[in-house]
């Protein structure tokens, strides 16, 4: 039969230069599979994206459109830690169940679309006992943190009064029924994550959005590169005076540098101890008798596939390397940037090695 072009449901992240990623693989749910056979749709999948293609009817239109609107939902797994190490995952660790939603967001092609959670409510049928106006129930599920009385819902009894620091126990006016009447209190609930997912991705279409196209419509999820502080470590048996040692971002031209170290971030270590840095209490453990120094950038540096190049170490007017090796993504250390109150950070960094023997 023939088919068209119906919809693209990429994913985006700036690691990359031209933006596509490939680092998840997007899996429609099993429903979601068995509603797009019924629907006559078929999905395929590329590295960065999926296409989904719709048969036609004689008359040239989608023969899923007569189901509008359908939900088809989608679950991100990684294909590896890489995607982790790179991406800025605090949005969707924010949220209970994370989800990717064209619900609620001006449509547009490409779309971007929006992150959000996931929501499900329990049901429960409720016995009265001795009515009140403010009998006490036990739900049979946790509402989920942050519930009020207003988030629940009652039908055949009257409004709930009061719910507990522990969520469980609830007073329903029950006044007005009679002892041994049900009714039914629904309440939002923690909902299951899919096993090894990110997010999941959640599109609803309409009867406009189920009619094919000249060419597929773009949907879009859109991830931030992780952004962290770099460090070097700098080892040298040198007996110059090191007050000088800096690094400079010598990126041609007069545009903003990417990366940028102040004295302020410059300290050496074999004369101020730092007891929480783990990676300099190892190097000074394997290289006794060894100066080592740390320089941190003032400010976190956005992860990025291609590295920059010219970033050289110097001493006063002399300079010592003059391409130093990027960070890797996963080299990382817990340190603390700024004086106390200040938190922790997570620092990708790099050990430099100018040992004369």
Known sequence: MPAAPLLDLRVTHPFYTDL????????PSAATEVLMRRLRLTCKAFPDHI??????????????AAAAPVSLDFMLRPR????????????????SAPVFTNTGVTPADPLNLRLTTRTVRATDTLTVGTPSSSETFVLAGTPL??????DITVTGAGAVGNITADLRRITVNTAGLAAGATFKVSYPVRPARPNGAVAEVSLALDAALLAPAASPRAFVVPFTAAAAPWAYYVLTDSPADMSTLRIVDATPGNGPRRVAFSDSG????????DSSDAV????????PGRRLLRLVSDAAVAAREIPLAQLELHLADARLIASLPNPRPDS???????PSPAPARIVHYSVLNLLSN
Do not use: H, W
């Not at 004689?58 to 899923?64: E, I, T």
């Not at 943190?145 to 207003?150: E, L, N, P, R």
């Open 20 to 27: 596509r990623c490939g680092d998840l693989m997007i899996e």
């Open 51 to 64: 296409s989904l293609y719709a048969e036609l009817t004689p008359n040239g239109g989608a023969f899923a």
């Open 80 to 95: 590896g830690i890489e995607f982790t190490l790179i991406t800025d995952l605090s949005g969707v660790a924010a949220q």
């Open 145 to 150: 943190v942050g519930t009020s009385a207003a």
């Open 266 to 273: 410059r300290v050496e270590l074999t004369k101020t101890p």
């Open 280 to 287: 300099a209490q190892d190097l000074i453990r394997r290289y």
């Open 332 to 338: 990382f250390v817990s340190l603390r940037t700024a």
